[in-house]
């Protein structure tokens, strides 16, 4: 039985209820999936970090869009990573409407201490299921772990923007092995740089930084969600 299947049977056969509404059955019963964002839009920080290239997301970091990413990375649902591919698929492709040629889908890399407490990485996973969408839509991507955090990082978790900003500071870097393997695999690739939620976009930022510091060309962030703009409006 394919994962994804064997997953959605085994949260059925548990007794899984809706992330969205509640109702028993499954993780995403087919009115909420049905009511997921079909598209992305500009989703800028307020205020955005300097230099941070345009960022989409499927929607508010709110409802059911927070019950998927919280319930794939805290609860470990694993079926959710296919809806979660599904929303982060329609973010990278309104970010690359414009863009021709071959992408590198790079995932903003989780703490080694978080993948193996979780046994999981879900960014890197939810990333993987975007390309599989995107290809079989006819986009040419692939999913590629290239960034490493280096030691010393904090749990963002309640960090205000200034403090994200500090503790991500030279927080990741791209070795030269995955950057070679990138080259042999996609010479000439151009970058989209995804993750779960664009908060104060210092995360993204840092991770833009640390490509293009190699000599890549970052041409969009792509989340599944962002989180609400407080006070003036921002950039659009």
């Known amino acids: 039985m394919p994962t994804t299947l064997r997953d959605a049977w085994a949260d059925l056969v548990l007794g899984a209820t809706c992330v969205g509404c509640g109702v028993a059955g499954r993780l995403l019963c087919r009115s909420c999936e049905a009511e997921l964002p079909r598209g992305a839009r500009l989703a800028w920080p307020s205020p955005p970090p300097a230099g941070l290239v345009a960022p989409f997301a499927a929607?508010?970091?709110?409802?059911?869009l927070k019950e998927l990413v919280v319930g794939l990375k805290e609860r470990r649902l694993l079926a959710l990573r296919r809806p979660l591919g599904r929303l982060l698929?329609?973010?990278?492709?309104?970010?690359?409407?414009s863009v021709d040629g071959p992408?590198?889908?790079v995932p903003v890399p989780s703490r080694p201490s978080s993948v193996r407490q979780r046994a999981l990485d879900s960014t890197y996973d939810v990333t993987v299921a975007a390309a599989r969408t995107l290809r079989a839509c006819g986009h040419d991507v692939t999913a590629v772990r290239l960034l490493r955090t280096r030691p010393g990082l904090r749990d963002q978790a309640g960090l205000s923007?200034?403090?994200?900003a500090a503790n991500l500071a030279g927080s990741m870097t791209c070795p030269a092995t995955a950057l070679a393997r990138l080259g042999r695999r996609l010479p000439r690739a151009r970058v989209v740089v995804c993750d779960d939620v664009v908060t104060t976009g210092a995360t993204a930022r840092e991770a833009q930084r640390a490509l293009e510091s190699v000599g890549l060309e970052v041409v969009?962030?792509?989340?599944v969600a962002a989180t609400q703009r407080r006070g003036p409006?921002?950039?659009?």
């Open 89 to 97: 698929a329609g973010s990278v492709a309104t970010a690359l409407a």
């Open 59 to 64: 929607g508010p970091y709110d409802g059911t």
């Open 220 to 223: 969009a962030i792509a989340a």
């Open 161 to 164: 923007a200034t403090g994200r």
């Open 103 to 105: 992408v590198a889908l």
């Open 233 to 236: 409006a921002g950039r659009r």
